[in-house]
């Protein structure tokens, strides 16, 4: 019989859905911004399996965008933290914490042990990277990156997408981090995942980009 925490999902989710998503596997990599609205969602969804990568610690300016950071907290590691979080939300949750950045040093980590990984790290090398490690393990990948009020989500299966939609980007940033913004690609990352680990058809050959300024999301495809 399903636990009644869930019943609210149901309706969303079939209860064969909901089943199903208690048995998957998910890997973070980035505890920050959109690592923490990602974990909080997984936790609160039904992810009964979830791994986090991440080598930071809080400090002050992250109170501002950061869900998992909170005053008492600022100078603790930031993945410790959100195992904590994790727990308190539901402690039958295996939660496994990996408390260093993630870097080339994880070239050999068991990435195809998940159904699926969850990108939010800010380093464009780094998610090349992450994207290659995934294609390698046959792991799909979910993206997600946000600058200002502007983000984007993929979801990447198979073949590389963000080497060629990074290709010829120039750096340049608005550099700044409200937590609406947080807040509305965090949840696409979820649904995008969530679908794909219940095996609906996602796409995967580009990407989806949301202003919050203008109020515009559309899907941008990427030519190979």
């Not at 002050?60 to 410790?80: A, H, P, Y």
């Not at 959100?82 to 408390?99: F, G, H, L, P, W």
């Not at 050999?108 to 998610?127: G, P």
Request: charged share 25%.
């Amino acid at each position: 019989m399903l636990n009644n925490r869930y019943i609210r999902n149901i309706g969303t989710f079939t209860q064969d859905e909901q089943m199903a998503l208690f048995d998957k596997k998910v890997l973070v990599v980035g505890c920050g911004g959109l690592g923490g609205f990602v974990i909080e969602s997984l936790a609160r969804i039904g992810i009964k399996d979830i791994s986090i990568i991440d080598g930071g610690i809080f400090v002050d300016n992250n109170l501002n965008r950061q869900i998992l950071s909170i005053e008492k907290n600022i100078g603790n590691s930031k993945v410790l933290e959100a195992q904590k979080r994790i727990r308190e939300i539901d402690s039958t949750i295996s939660v496994s914490a990996y408390n260093s950045y993630f870097d080339e040093s994880y070239q050999n980590f068991m990435f195809n042990e998940f159904d699926i990984v969850i990108e939010c790290i800010d380093d464009i090398k780094l998610r090349i990277l992450l994207e290659k490690y995934c294609i390698v393990n046959k792991v799909p990948l979910i993206h997600g990156a946000i600058d200002g009020e502007q983000g984007q989500v993929a979801c990447i299966d198979k073949k590389p997408l963000l080497e060629i939609l990074y290709k010829d980007f120039d750096g340049k940033r608005v550099n700044s981090t409200p937590f609406y913004t947080i807040a509305a690609i965090g949840a696409m990352q979820i649904s995008l995942a969530v679908k794909r680990l219940l095996n609906k058809a996602v796409k995967t050959r580009g990407f989806y980009y949301c202003d919050l300024k203008n109020f515009n999301m559309q899907y941008m495809p990427i030519d190979d």
